[in-house]
């Protein structure tokens, strides 16, 4: 079935430093792709989506790019900042007419020290 | 405009028990779908709800249940409760086309003694 790997935290970064957090998948079809965050205590925000491939999602910085060659969708971000602490999830799942359910990776908790 | 508000958001209970969680979706949404998030893990999908039937689940045993009500609540129902059933329970909602995404609520942290 369809699968996530993300990249295994935790990941500790000094304020203003490049982010990069690894996501693979495996799926049938066309899947959509998502990275989800979620703060401490609270339930999961979408950070950024893209539905096909080439598709780079954005948003507050942060920058992933849908690649079907190497069935990847990284997340980056420039200059992480101590409110980016959170654990953030790489998500898919079966994008228009496909299934609905989505399918998440085991997270990665980010930790920025000022 | 309120979110996905899900209730009660702690609650523990014993072995063998039997719970019902709650979830109110987004306004102007039609679909439901719960989540349960173990410890250190992500999310893994239970069912899914749309127009008070059950469209899709995953590998779940059929002591979860859940239901729709007309104005697109919904419950999810946990009976003979196994303390492998300590989680976050997610409920997100979202439209049938999913063109406005997936809204998710804080959850409800469930713990069996």
């Known amino acids: 079935g369809d699968s996530v790997t993300q990249m295994e935290g935790p990941v500790t970064l000094s304020e203003e430093a490049f982010l990069t957090i690894n996501c693979t998948y495996t799926?049938?079809?066309?899947?959509?792709l998502f990275w989800y965050v979620q703060y401490p205590g609270e339930g999961l925000q979408l950070l950024l989506k893209a539905t096909k491939a080439d598709d780079k999602g954005s948003n507050k910085g942060f920058e992933a790019t849908y690649r079907k060659e190497t069935t990847s969708f990284h997340l980056e971000k420039g200059s992480v900042q101590v409110s980016d602490s959170a654990v953030y999830f790489c998500a898919l799942n079966g994008g228009k007419g496909g299934s609905e359910k989505l399918v998440f990776g085991k997270g990665t908790k980010l930790t920025v020290n000022p | 405009d309120a979110g996905v508000t899900q209730s009660p958001t702690h609650l523990i209970k014993t072995r063998g028990q039997q719970v019902t969680l709650r979830c109110s979706p987004k306004s102007g949404h039609d679909t439901v779908s719960w989540y349960q998030q173990a410890l250190g893990q992500g999310p893994q999908f239970i069912f899914q709800?749309?127009?008070?039937?059950?469209?899709q689940r995953g590998n779940f045993p059929d002591r979860f249940s859940g239901h729709q009500f007309p104005n697109y609540s919904s419950e999810l129902n946990v009976n003979a409760l196994l303390l492998g059933d300590s989680a976050l329970y997610l409920c997100?909602?979202?439209?049938?086309?999913?063109?406005?995404?997936?809204?998710f609520g804080s959850g409800t942290r469930l713990t069996v003694v």
């Open positions: 997100a909602s979202s439209l049938i086309d999913r063109e406005d995404g997936y809204t």
């Open positions: 799926a049938t079809g066309y899947p959509s």
């Open positions: 709800y749309y127009e008070e039937e059950e469209r």
